[in-house]
């Protein structure tokens, strides 16, 4: 078993205003612990800070858009300014089930600039400041989905296709300048963008759950923090067997709709 790192003392966290990225913040505050949460809604955003401080954190809130390069470089140099960044966790996403039907045009725009681009916007800045600092650690929010191409959501799992991948690679490549590299990739959780899926979600998990799973995956450093451990097992099984024998059975996924 790998042996568990120190406890990361300061965290930016983007997404943080719900979902997995909300637990996530809450899990990881404690006294004396900086966390800077990141999100477009300053209401909700404002409702996982006071959460946080209740439990001791110092807690700064910076209010942008992913997708949008120079604030999302803005957001991480002034957070590293503040206190010097121990690990960041790319966490903010979206999924066609919000945002209407994933083969419109827009909502694969939509999608692949916020799970890619918002995803590159964050990292590339930390990576340069980690790299001056000596070392630090990067967490990816991927997904079981990106294990492979789905044809249920393929926008969605393509994305989360090239987190994984990105965040697989850069382990490897950033390990000589003691950067850390986690891929995250959960099943079904519980949160506002899988509350629009009409269909029946296999092991649906409660953020709380997820979130600590996450959290002791990124203290151990695990290349792939994947879960539950049943999805994960068969998804992997699917996706190393020959496409002619894989294909008709994920041609049986549902759709993803969105509630009226």
């Given amino acids: 078993m ?6 990361p003392q300061s965290i930016f966290i983007t997404g943080a205003s719900s979902g997995i990225g909300k637990a996530l913040s809450i899990q990881f505050a404690a006294k004396n612990i900086t966390l800077f949460l990141c999100g477009r809604n300053k209401e ?3 409702q996982t800070a006071s959460a946080c401080e209740e ?3 110092i807690v700064h809130l910076f209010l942008f858009d ?3 390069k120079e604030e999302a470089q803005e957001a991480v140099l002034k957070a590293n300014k503040i206190k010097k960044i121990d690990l960041l966790i790319a966490n903010a ?3 066609g089930g919000v945002l209407g039907k994933e083969d419109s045009i827009e909502s694969i725009r939509q999608i692949f600039d916020t799970n890619i681009y918002g995803v590159i916007n964050t990292v590339l800045p930390v990576i340069d400041i980690f790299k001056k600092q000596g070392g630090g650690q990067i967490a990816l929010m991927s997904s079981i989905a990106g294990f492979r191409g789905l044809m249920n959501c393929p926008a969605y799992s393509s994305s989360k296709n090239f987190v994984k991948a990105w965040g697989e690679a850069l382990r490897g ?8 590299v986690n891929v995250i990739c959960p099943g079904f959780v519980k949160t506002p963008l899988t509350d629009k899926n009409l269909f029946k979600m296999p092991f649906l998990m409660q953020p709380e759950k997820a979130s600590l799973i996450i ?3 990124i203290l151990k450093n695990k290349g792939i923090i994947a879960f539950p451990m049943i999805m994960h097992f068969l998804i992997a099984l699917l ?5 002619f024998l894989t294909n008709p059975i994920f041609e049986y996924l549902p759709q993803k709709e969105k509630k009226k």
């Fill in 2 to 7: 790998k042996k568990e790192l120190n406890s």
């Fill in 173 to 180: 490549s950033l390990k000589e300048y003691n950067i850390k």
């Fill in 93 to 95: 996403g979206v999924s």
């Fill in 239 to 243: 996706s190393g067997l020959p496409r």
């Fill in 55 to 57: 439990k001791g954190a």
């Fill in 44 to 46: 909700r955003l404002e």
């Fill in 66 to 68: 992913t997708t949008n």
């Fill in 215 to 217: 959290q002791k995956g």
